[in-house]
């Protein structure tokens, strides 16, 4: 669900003619693709589990650095049938 609406945001930015190898989004955005509160995301920030960059009082992630951390904390289902 995450992966689609990352590429769903990919393609808006492509659409809207932003030239970016690795796309980033605001805070905002992030929060509404993660479905998280502005303090689980500020707790992942604290604790280095997702990488931003911070402009002033603006907090911007890159598309590699949420599929990274998705990666990192991917938990492989043990259901063996």
Same mark, same amino acid.
């Given at each position: 669900?995450?992966?689609?609406?990352?590429? &769903?945001?990919? &393609?808006?930015? !492509?659409?809207?003619?932003? !030239?970016?190898?690795?796309?980033?989004?605001?805070?905002? #955005?992030?929060?509404?693709?993660?479905?998280?509160?502005?303090?689980?995301? #500020?707790?992942?920030?604290? #604790?280095?589990?997702?990488?931003?960059?911070?402009?002033?009082?603006?907090?911007?992630?890159? !598309?590699?650095?949420?599929?990274?951390?998705?990666?990192?904390?991917?938990?492989?289902?043990?259901?063996?049938?």
């Amino acid at each position: 669900r995450v992966l689609k609406q990352l590429d &769903e945001l990919n &393609e808006t930015l !492509k659409l809207n003619s932003l !030239k970016f190898d690795d796309p980033v989004i605001t805070n905002s #955005q992030f929060l509404k693709l993660m479905g998280i509160s502005i303090k689980t995301a #500020q707790t992942w920030r604290d #604790q280095k589990i997702i990488n931003f960059s911070q402009i002033n009082n603006k907090i911007f992630y890159r !598309k590699s650095d949420i599929i990274d951390m998705l990666n990192k904390h991917y938990v492989k289902s043990s259901n063996k049938r």
